[in-house]
């Protein structure tokens, strides 16, 4: 009943931006963190950045200073600013939700592919 679609991504050279963005929508009653992890081949998924309702932000360390995330409580949205990007940062880019509607459960999106390479 919940869905997570995520838009942007790309091929960019290092050095430049990209923006990713994330739309909630379903049966929501409330979503307490949105975010970004990413994947990389044959590695983990790490957190990139999350926002909680609130507005407290929790960025990995390798993105503080370069990615700014954001959200509009109203719209279920959330926003991924990615300045000055690295080849380090490809990967598959999952938006995540933690969101309640009856009960507490996770959400994932599609992922979004970031590829940067000069």
């Known amino acids: 009943q919940v869905q997570l679609v995520e838009s942007g991504g790309g091929l960019v050279q290092p050095g430049g931006s990209l923006r990713l963005s994330c739309a909630a929508s379903?049966?929501?009653?409330?979503?307490?963190?949105m975010g970004w992890y990413r994947q990389a081949p044959g590695k983990q998924r790490e957190l990139v950045a999350t926002i909680s309702r609130g507005g407290s932000i929790k960025y990995a360390n390798s993105v503080e200073g370069r990615f700014t995330i954001s959200r509009d409580n109203l719209k279920n949205t959330a926003d991924l600013q990615m300045n000055s990007l690295k080849p380090e940062d490809t990967a598959v880019y999952y938006c995540?939700?933690?969101?309640?509607?009856?009960?507490?459960?996770?959400?994932w999106g599609q992922g979004a592919q970031v590829t940067v390479s000069s």
């Open positions: 379903g049966s929501i009653s409330v979503i307490n963190v």
């Open positions: 995540y939700a933690e969101i309640f509607f009856r009960l507490w459960n996770q959400y």
